[in-house]
């Protein structure tokens, strides 16, 4: 199943903030998709859970929960941060106050919706093996603030929820955004029920340590570092890897596939340029996913993550597309 919701896109221009995130790429995507599968219908925010903040605070530690649903000043802190909006000599940057429509109250409500349609389109996958949010996929944020354009942790926030209410016991996270998913792995350092999985760009950010905008390295249970002119060797260190993690970490109970569109060689934002993969062979790579899930019978939910420009949503449709070319039940 897809789901989606317009009002839970993010629409950073709204408040000002300027980053290559198109806001309109889920939009595209489900249009498209809607053409082609006239059944879709947008997902009922009615439907959605109020994420609570006891669901929150089961991954993120109560001091940055509490500056968040906190003063607006405080709110407004952890939002500068989360978004890089000022530069170390306290400047503006990727922000303009003056194109700011919308208060920063409202971006934290929108993220929390799309918290709680993670862990909807989660609980879905749980019984039909296959959904995919338009949306979500916040893999940088850590126990203690948001970090690289993500405010809170849906991943990791649905899966301690699903535990929590005995829906599953074990999990992964394969994260295959251009970047290292370091969020999960920093939260789930001593948790051994959730394994995580990265292939990502061995150089650039987050990896290159050294200030405040760039965290340290945190291990995944596995890493793939992909690096500069190793591109043909991206699919076949994908299987190997996974292949890994099924051994070492077998049967989970569902997996969270973090499904960034950012290692595309068409994509716009500089710090993903260090794995440049073509449009057949992102397909390649998702096709591969979604074969390798069915395969061994694990509950398959997906989240965009990372794609910037204004063709990242050309590969979430190519995708989509082969999911519903073959198993058209599986977009109902």
């Given at each position: 199943?897809?789901?989606?919701?317009?009002?839970?896109?993010?629409?950073?221009?709204?408040?000002?903030?300027?980053?290559?995130?198109?806001?309109?790429?889920?939009?595209?995507?489900?249009?498209?998709?809607?053409?082609?599968?006239?059944?879709?219908?947008?997902?009922?925010?009615?439907?959605?859970?109020?994420?609570?903040?006891?669901?929150?605070?089961?991954?993120?530690?109560?001091?940055?929960?509490?500056?968040?649903?906190?003063?607006?000043?405080?709110?407004?802190?952890?939002?500068?941060?989360?978004?890089?909006?000022?530069?170390?000599?306290?400047?503006?940057?990727?922000?303009?106050?003056?194109?700011?429509?919308?208060?920063?109250?409202?971006?934290?409500?929108?993220?929390?919706?799309?918290?709680?349609?993670?862990?909807?389109?989660?609980?879905?996958?749980?019984?039909?093996?296959?959904?995919?949010?338009?949306?979500?996929?916040?893999?940088?944020?850590?126990?203690?603030?948001?970090?690289?354009?993500?405010?809170?942790?849906?991943?990791?926030?649905?899966?301690?929820?699903?535990?929590?209410?005995?829906?599953?016991?074990?999990?992964?996270?394969?994260?295959?955004?251009?970047?290292?998913?370091?969020?999960?792995?920093?939260?789930?350092?001593?948790?051994?029920?959730?394994?995580?999985?990265?292939?990502?760009?061995?150089?650039?950010?987050?990896?290159?340590?050294?200030?405040?905008?760039?965290?340290?390295?945190?291990?995944?249970?596995?890493?793939?570092?992909?690096?500069?002119?190793?591109?043909?060797?991206?699919?076949?260190?994908?299987?190997?890897?996974?292949?890994?993690?099924?051994?070492?970490?077998?049967?989970p109970d569902v997996v969270i596939v973090v499904n960034g569109a950012d290692p595309y060689e068409h994509d716009e934002l500089p710090s993903a340029s260090?794995?440049?993969?073509?449009?057949?062979?992102?397909?390649?790579?998702?096709?591969?996913?979604?074969?390798?899930?069915?395969?061994?019978?694990?509950?398959?939910?997906?989240?965009?993550?990372?794609?910037?420009?204004?063709?990242?949503?050309?590969?979430?449709?190519?995708?989509?597309?082969?999911?519903?070319?073959?198993?058209?039940?599986?977009?109902?």
């Open positions: 199943m897809i789901f989606y919701h317009p009002d839970c896109d993010l629409r950073f221009s709204e408040y000002g903030i300027e980053i290559p995130i198109v806001d309109e790429r889920a939009s595209h995507v489900f249009s498209a998709l809607k053409y082609l599968y006239p059944f879709l219908e947008y997902t009922d925010l009615k439907t959605l859970p109020r994420i609570t903040r006891e669901d929150l605070e089961r991954v993120h530690n109560k001091d940055f929960i509490h500056r968040l649903l906190g003063t607006a000043g405080e709110r407004q802190g952890e939002i500068y941060q989360c978004y890089e909006l000022v530069n170390d000599q306290g400047k503006f940057e990727r922000y303009n106050p003056k194109n700011q429509k919308r208060d920063w109250k409202e971006l934290v409500e929108t993220i929390l919706m799309q918290v709680a349609m993670t862990y909807n389109s989660t609980k879905y996958a749980l019984k039909n093996g296959f959904s995919y949010h338009l949306g979500g996929g916040m893999h940088h944020s850590m126990s203690f603030a948001g970090r690289g354009f993500c405010l809170v942790n849906d991943i990791v926030i649905t899966l301690r929820k699903l535990q929590n209410e005995g829906a599953i016991k074990t999990a992964w996270i394969v994260d295959v955004d251009v970047h290292k998913g370091d969020g999960a792995p920093e939260i789930l350092q001593n948790d051994t029920t959730i394994r995580t999985f990265s292939i990502h760009m061995k150089e650039g950010w987050p990896l290159n340590s050294g200030t405040v905008r760039d965290p340290w390295f945190i291990p995944s249970s596995i890493d793939v570092g992909i690096d500069v002119g190793e591109d043909d060797q991206y699919l076949a260190r994908l299987e190997s890897g996974l292949l890994e993690m099924q051994e070492r970490f077998p049967n260090f794995i440049n993969l073509s449009k057949e062979q992102m397909l390649a790579r998702d096709k591969f996913l979604y074969q390798f899930f069915k395969e061994r019978n694990i509950p398959q939910s997906y989240v965009m993550a990372g794609g910037y420009g204004s063709k990242a949503w050309e590969i979430y449709l190519q995708f989509l597309k082969f999911v519903g070319e073959n198993a058209p039940f599986h977009l109902k």
